[in-house]
């Protein structure tokens, strides 16, 4: 049985929507039961082979849309009919928000920095004043990827109503939008907004990103009605208001920020009990935050105003984005076809699981065009060894140390041929003396493209699994026929 491999859902009226993160395939469930009560598939496009299926969907009243890079454009699926209609856009669609029946689609932004992208502008704050580092180290931030360094080009926006579409511009790359009333709110990074390189005592600087607040209609002029402190977070509407939720420099922030019908300007408002771990939603008057664990997480709910209540709930091991809709969290369980919701009124958790055999959707693997596989698998191969067994170069003496403090690898070779060719890596620890581990890396999809996204950060993923002890103890440890004890990496069989 191949399991529905969740990429992105939305929830709306007691139902869930979730689509598959390789096969173009969408699959409704009721919240209550689980039971699912829709299928449907779209066409890909030939010449947009290798792209993201799926970044987001929405459900409206009368249908599904999903932003589908590979299709093109936003599919829209009819649930009564089940028939599926591609609207053409001129540019990938990263987010959804829907707005009753209307649509925004907010353009996806870069991963990486354009080197001919203008700088940001920049400053240098903290004590203390006249001294510290020197002004010219910001020569130092040309060569970093990150694209929140330089200005990047406007996101696009567009607002969509059944077959008509009106692009906007809103002068800076979309960190989140939201839709107050007949009012768009949104947070943008503007070519004015400055990279904010904050001094601390002892020598310890922090970056900071800050970012624009901007509310009304695009058709009439959006007005700047503030900043927030740092430009990544979300947004999220409730109580009449959008919440500013992590836009804070802090991963453990004091405050989240509210806009509501009679805020001129957001306001700060101070979480009771302090800070708190990673937040990402708010509803019913409450904000929940992460904590992260291996294979849990506890979720942190905080009430909002004077006084407010903290409380904490255990989840099953969920992804860090997260949905909110009539009084309940979801969030994306990481391990199965689930969503996960949390009452943050009742502090009770549901599971509903998306039961499906998705065998009879997945195509045959076909090997991408102009792709030699040979050259594909080798490389993969190639610069996992180097990684693996050149380790680092110390800063403080000039020595290379492992790659992972305390582990020795004994080989990384390519097995098996397309499309199951994997890269396996096998290793001993010495806190697991006898013990030989390995890890593999199946190199395609089930579409035969390869997995360049996943792999770049495959040896980081090793090093930051064993460094937070993804290493079982040894008396857990059960070799197979070969001897070798395999590690799970969290998406590879």
Not at 16 to 24: I, L, Q, S
Not at 65 to 93: F, K, N, Q, Y
């Amino acid at each position: 049985m191949r399991p529905l491999d969740i990429r992105c859902f939305d929830v709306r009226d007691g139902r869930v929507v979730a689509v598959d993160g390789v096969v173009p395939l969408a699959v409704e469930a009721d919240l209550a039961t689980g039971r699912v009560s829709g299928v449907w598939t779209w066409e890909t496009a030939a010449g947009r082979r290798g792209r993201r299926v799926a970044t987001d969907v929405v459900l409206t009243g009368a249908g599904v849309v999903v932003a589908s890079p590979a299709a093109g454009g936003l599919v829209r699926i009819d649930r009564t009919t089940g028939v599926a209609t591609v609207l053409a856009m001129d540019a990938e669609v990263g987010r959804l928000v829907r707005d009753g029946e209307t649509v925004w689609a907010v353009g996806a932004t870069a991963e990486e920095a354009d080197p001919t992208w203008p700088r940001r502008p920049l400053e240098w704050h903290g004590p203390p004043a006249g001294a510290g580092e020197p002004d010219d180290r910001d020569d130092n931030f040309d060569d970093i990827e990150d694209p929140t360094f330089r200005i990047e080009p406007s996101t696009p926006v567009w607002r969509v109503d059944g077959e008509s579409v009106t692009a906007y511009d809103l002068g800076g790359r979309v960190e989140g939008l939201a839709i107050l009333g007949d009012e768009v709110v949104a947070v943008v990074t503007r070519p004015t907004d400055p990279l904010v390189m904050r001094r601390h005592p002892g020598g310890f600087t922090a970056c900071e990103r800050p970012a624009t607040v901007l509310r009304g209609h695009p058709a009439h002029g959006l007005a700047v009605v503030g900043t927030v402190p740092d430009g990544c977070g979300s947004l999220h509407v409730d109580g009449g208001a959008v919440w500013l939720v992590g836009f804070e420099p802090d991963d453990e922030p004091e405050a989240v920020w509210r806009l509501g019908a009679g805020d001129g300007s957001p306001v700060r408002v101070d979480l009771p009990g302090g800070p708190l771990p990673d937040p990402l939603a708010v509803a019913a008057g409450r904000v929940v935050g992460l904590e992260w664990g291996r294979g849990s997480r506890r979720a942190h709910v905080v009430g909002l105003g004077p006084g407010g209540a903290r409380s904490h709930v255990e989840l099953p091991s969920v992804h860090d984005d997260a949905w909110s809709d009539l009084g309940l969290v979801w969030f994306l369980h990481d391990r199965k076809p689930a969503v996960v919701g949390l009452d943050v009124e009742q502090g009770t958790v549901t599971e509903v699981v998306l039961d499906l055999d998705c065998t009879p959707y997945v195509p045959t693997p076909v090997p991408p065009p102009g792709v030699d596989l040979a050259a594909y698998e080798t490389g993969v191969r190639d610069d996992l060894r180097a990684a693996f067994f050149g380790g680092w170069t110390s800063s403080d003496d000039g020595r290379v140390v492992p790659y992972i403090t305390g582990v020795t690898f004994e080989s990384v070779e390519v097995h098996g041929e397309f499309p199951d060719t994997q890269v396996v890596a096998l290793f001993r620890s010495e806190d697991r003396p006898g013990v030989r581990f390995a890890r593999r890396w199946t190199l395609y999809d089930e579409a035969g493209n390869p997995e360049d996204e996943r792999m770049e950060y495959a040896d980081v993923g090793l090093m930051e699994d064993v460094d937070t002890g993804c290493l079982p103890p040894v008396a857990d440890c059960v070799p197979d026929a070969e001897g070798i004890v395999w590690l799970d990496d969290g998406w590879q069989d």
